[in-house]
């Protein structure tokens, strides 16, 4: 007896070093991020509303479960990056759903990284204090 596939999209979502894979597969809205639950892994409220955000905005909150592995950045950059896999899993599954996230901006990547140290200086531009005696 061969096993039925379980249909799931599958898309990822960065922002800043974290690299978020979100997979969506029809259920009642359970999500899991690295094995913990939702509210476990991101304890501050607002976290978890800016990473359920497109779900929220299109009413899909108990039409899927969500698995998410996430790793790199900050829990702040993480919401962010799986709001952005969500919403590109999203309009996998329906194209009609681009205009709608794209109008919101979820479907756009924050491309912005740490600019780097540079040499005699403090940091990217700090200069170290300066002394004049």
Do not use: C, W
Request: net charge positive; aromatic share 6%.
């Amino acid at each position: 007896m061969a096993k039925q596939a379980i249909q799931e999209t599958v898309d990822v979502g960065r922002r800043k070093t974290a690299v978020a894979s979100v997979r969506l597969r029809p259920g009642t809205g359970k999500v899991k991020v690295n094995g913990r639950e939702f509210s476990d892994y991101f304890k501050v409220p607002h976290q978890r509303t800016v990473a359920t955000a497109p779900l929220i905005k299109l009413s899909y909150e108990t039409k899927y479960d969500i698995i998410i592995r996430v790793k790199g950045g900050g829990l702040e950059a993480q919401s962010e990056a799986i709001r952005l896999g969500i919403a590109r899993a999203l309009v996998r599954e329906d194209e009609e759903l681009r205009k709608v996230l794209k109008d919101v901006g979820y479907l756009t990547g924050d491309s912005r990284e740490k600019e780097r140290k540079k040499y005699g200086r403090a940091g990217a531009r700090k200069s170290f204090q300066f002394s004049k005696r």
